[in-house]
């Protein structure tokens, strides 16, 4: 499925604005900081009805609003198909998040499933890498829910058991009560952790399947923190006095290494140099772009964020290669480089901020 049109109502720093998308390329030149991420974050919320930087949902409704729309037009075998989110602020101060295909609405797992989906690359995603075990969760937990909405489901259960179960450890007075208590969150949190243990070995798997990138050999361990009766037994006695629960998939974490003639299995995230960590990135975001071509047979749609002035010219030469194959929108600050990849790519149209 092709993006035609995208047209943004109060979207961040942006009143109004319709946007005409080519097939191939499209590329949206400015200066820093005038709006250009947020036009690829109203691509990527369009698709999965979040956006990428956001910690609370409202920073994505124009400041003094109380409503957002954004409107998609697709293209499928010739024919036309129109996709709309609609983000409200109550008078709560929630938000809620409205869902259209065909002006029809829809609950955002039907309109997911009949959505087309996205791969996001940007700068800042070195972290998954370089940054804390919690910014790894954070990128599988977003990348699984975007084909697994049963995952997210299972995911907000179990964070929110999770802090029902440590304010139990947090407050108890009588051992009766909070064994009783814990009893009835152990047995639900064991439930929830096991999907979600369950679909990320499985992602973890499909990585290790595809270990190859460009004649280098990437490799994924996943050292995933199971929730039981066993480990529960295990840590009881520490839990009850640090008062915290010390097992599940919240402590999970991944390392990912890299083979070479020298060092059969380099951890990139203690050893790797700079140019290294970069390519593992770019190993994960092409098996993002595999898993959705050979597991949910979907063409997804690029989305590059002035990820030209990161990358070295080895990985801007498999970016420009990927640009020929997929729907691409990209931003950049660089006039020079337009002109360089308009002379490859003939169908790009430019978008000046």
Known sequence: MILKRISLHNFRNISSKVLDISPQLTIILGENACGKTNILESIHCLINGVGFRESKEEELLQLESS??????????????????VLFKKEKSGTITKNFFVQNVRKNHSPYST??????????????????????RREYFNKLISTFDILYKKHLINYEQALRKRNKLLEH???????????????????????????????YTHFLNNHSKLDGRDFSIEYGKNEFN????????????????????????????????????QKNIQKYGSRSEQ?????????????????????????????????????????????????????????EGLVKEIQKKNKGSVVIKI
């Open 67 to 84: 409503e957002t729309q954004l409107d998609g037009l697709f293209e499928k075998n010739n024919n036309k198909h129109t996709f709309r």
């Open 114 to 135: 009949e959505q087309t989906k996205c791969v996001l690359f940007a700068p800042e995603q070195i972290e998954i890498v370089t940054g804390s075990p919690d910014v």
């Open 172 to 202: 108890f007075r009588s051992m009766d009560s909070l064994k009783e208590e814990l009893s009835f969150w152990d047995v639900y949190l064991q439930k929830e952790a096991e999907y979600i243990t369950k679909k990320r070995d499985e």
């Open 229 to 264: 009766q066993e480990r529960l037994r295990e840590k009881k006695e520490l839990e009850l006095r640090i008062r915290r629960t010390l097992i599940g998939p919240q402590k999970d974490d991944w390392i990912i290494y890299l083979k070479n003639k020298h060092i059969p």
């Open 278 to 334: 970069r390519l593992g990135i770019f190993w994960l975001k092409m098996n993002e772009i595999h898993y959705m071509e050979e597991e949910i047979k979907i063409h997804p749609i690029l989305l590059l964020d002035d990820i030209f002035s990161e990358f070295d010219h080895e990985n801007k030469e498999k970016i420009v290669r990927l640009i020929e194959i997929y729907q691409t929108v990209m931003t950049t600050t660089e």
